[in-house]
């Protein structure tokens, strides 16, 4: 769980700011002012710090210059109701992530959080790379063809700067294949930086991927890279690029082509030398044909395309990857019996890797013992699926019109907010509002956060 700290001495900044992030899943902490900050520091592990500019005992500016030289790894986000253009340069200057003013957008403090967190991941994942001497590949587990021959078409596409259109169901392991050709590659000293597609609204899409100068739009305190220019002699990963809207695949088109890119409210185009490998879960030739996807696009991404199996394809590297699984969670013996090898192997894993590697989790938690059989398994299974089984809604029939639909909502709601862990950010997401108006309709019907 990634944990942030608040350094504000206004009561009522440090509540509402904490309740919207608790909301979505943070540990938040709390500080009236940067000295308490900084002890606090020393035995909590942050990951981002929403530091006030006007502060007492010691001002913010001055704070994060020592938080700075300090604490490296932390992002920080300056916030103030008495900004000013200088103000902000000077902040971003001596480090700030960002520069947030004062009253505080519901939005854009999420907004801001995340990418925080994604450059901090992004900072911990190269510096993983760097220290880790295991070949990629290598963790790839599987015996059967499919597996060997994505391993193969790994080793020979890693040494070219050719683009890769990497497809396959959820869950399958497409990530982790864009990440193997990146450290096999000339450029894996260089950043990797990934790009979820379907998570990030259209009208924030460009501004993603291209960055901004100063002034571009209300918020444009500073200039700030894109994803593409963030990657600039490394590999860009396009996950999820059959979801990006139409609008967006045009200027990522004209990117790739040129190998230049030109930021919101800029005059110039920057040159970049950017690998691109992107990802997919759809059908893109059949959304060309139906015209939700450019076909130019396509062709330029598929250079070398790579199939990631479903465990549907493989069912032999079943057990071998619920081995390895559960000696990575530190259980180093489990058997099976025969029966429950059969079990597990004509399962359809509609999860894929993702549920097979959430099975030993509950293994690992629920089963201390080295033998597990098919009840348990039967079991354990059963739980897995049981989120995927929307609960038969009560009958509407006596009700007005108005009355069935609040009736509906409210049930629907409940359902893909427990479904989503409790996190707004991710329901919001995945039924297509913005957080904000889900919170104003949890907070309607009265369904807890």
Not at 256 to 273: F, N, S, T
Not at 400 to 427: C, P, R, V
Request: charged share 25%; glycine share 6%.
């Amino acid at each position: 769980m990634n944990a942030i700290l608040i350094i504000d001495d206004e009561w009522g900044i440090r509540t509402s700011l904490a309740a919207i992030l608790e909301d979505e899943g943070y540990k938040v902490f709390s500080a009236e002012h940067a000295i308490a900050g900084i002890e606090l520091l020393n035995h909590e592990l942050i990951d981002v710090i929403f530091l006030d500019v006007l502060l007492p005992k010691m001002g913010g500016l001055t704070a994060l210059e020592k938080l700075r030289s300090e604490f490296p790894q932390i992002e920080i986000v300056m916030i103030s109701g008495h900004a000013n253009v200088d103000m902000a340069v000077r902040a971003v200057k001596l480090g700030a992530f960002d520069f947030l003013e004062k009253p505080l957008s519901l939005d854009k403090v999420l907004t801001v959080c995340r990418n925080a967190l994604t450059i901090q991941n992004l900072k911990k994942e190269n510096q993983i790379l760097k220290k880790n001497s295991i070949k990629e590949q290598d963790r790839i587990i599987g015996a059967t063809e499919g597996i060997q021959r994505v391993r193969d078409l790994i080793s020979q596409a890693a040494a070219s700067d050719a683009r890769i259109l990497i497809t396959g169901e959820n869950g399958t392991g497409k990530e982790l294949v864009a990440r193997a050709i990146h450290r096999l590659s000339s450029r894996q000293n260089k950043a990797f930086v990934e790009v979820n597609c379907a998570a990030i609204p259209d009208t924030l899409i460009e501004n993603e991927l291209f960055g901004h100068e100063k002034g571009a739009f209300t918020d444009a305190v500073s200039a700030r890279k894109g994803r593409f220019e963030a990657a600039d002699g490394g590999t860009l990963f396009l996950d999820e690029i059959g979801d990006m809207s139409l609008a967006a695949q045009a200027k990522v088109l004209r990117a790739i082509q040129e190998q230049k890119v030109q930021r919101l409210g800029g005059e110039k185009p920057i040159d970049i030398d950017t690998r691109i490998v992107a990802a997919t879960n759809k059908n893109l030739e059949q959304e060309c044909e139906e015209g939700r996807f450019r076909q130019d696009l396509f062709f330029r991404l598929n250079v070398i395309p790579i199939h990631m199996p479903s465990l549907r394809e493989r069912r032999e590297d079943i057990p071998l990857l619920l081995s390895h699984f559960l000696k990575e969670l530190g259980k180093t013996t489990c058997e099976f019996d025969a029966s429950t090898a059969q079990l597990l192997s004509s399962y359809d894993w509609p999860g894929n890797i993702r549920e097979l590697r959430n099975l030993a989790e509950r293994i690992v938690v629920l089963h201390a013992g080295k033998r597990v059989g098919v009840e348990a398994i039967t079991a354990l299974l059963s739980k897995t699926n049981s989120a995927e089984k929307l609960e038969s809604l009560p009958s509407f029939m006596d009700l007005t019109y108005n009355e069935a639909k609040e009736a509906f909502e409210k049930n629907y709601l409940q359902y893909q907010f427990t479904k989503h862990d409790g996190i707004i950010s991710k329901t919001a997401e995945a039924i297509g509002i913005y957080p904000s108006n889900l919170h104003a309709k949890l907070r309607k019907y009265k369904i807890k956060t």
